[in-house]
Every structure is written in structure tokens, then in C-alpha cells.
């Protein structure tokens, strides 16, 4: 049960980690005249930051553990 924690502490900290690299004023740093392949540079950001947030919160959700359930006792418990 131990390591079911660590992990599900792991997406906190991933989950808390993403909502600040999505706060303006960090995202202003990025709102730059700049493209990149014809993108605007805050476009590329954005959509970098999401797609390994859900790419992280996909590999920690595949290495979580089955919780077992016990029908008379419900979950597993510590």
C-alpha cells in the first residue's frame, strides 16, 4: 500500500507542478513575437506543457497498482 501512495503522491505533486507552469505570469514569458514553425512561441508552450502532463499522468496511472477489494471488509486497508 505504501508504494500506491507514493505514486498517487506523485500525481499530486505532477498535477501541482502543472498548474504552475500554467499561471500568466509564467506563461507571459513566453508571449513573445516569436515563431517557430509558424506557430507563435506561447502556442508551443502551452500545448508542451500539456501534452507531458497528460503523457505523466498516464505513466504514473499505469504503474498504480490494482487496488483489491474486499466485498464484505470493502478496501484493502493499512
Known amino acids: 500500500m505504501a508504494e500506491r501512495r507514493k505514486i498517487i503522491a506523485s500525481m499530486l505533486v505532477l498535477t501541482l507542478f502543472g498548474a504552475l507552469l500554467l499561471v500568466p505570469p509564467l506563461v507571459n514569458v513566453f508571449n513573445q513575437p516569436i515563431s517557430h514553425f509558424g506557430m507563435p512561441q506561447i502556442v508551443i508552450y502551452l ?18 497498482p490494482p487496488e483489491i477489494v474486499d466485498p464484505v471488509n470493502g478496501p484493502e486497508a493499512d
Open 47 to 64: 500545448f508542451v506543457v500539456w501534452l507531458l502532463l497528460i503523457l505523466g499522468i498516464a505513466g504514473l496511472t499505469h504503474l498504480l
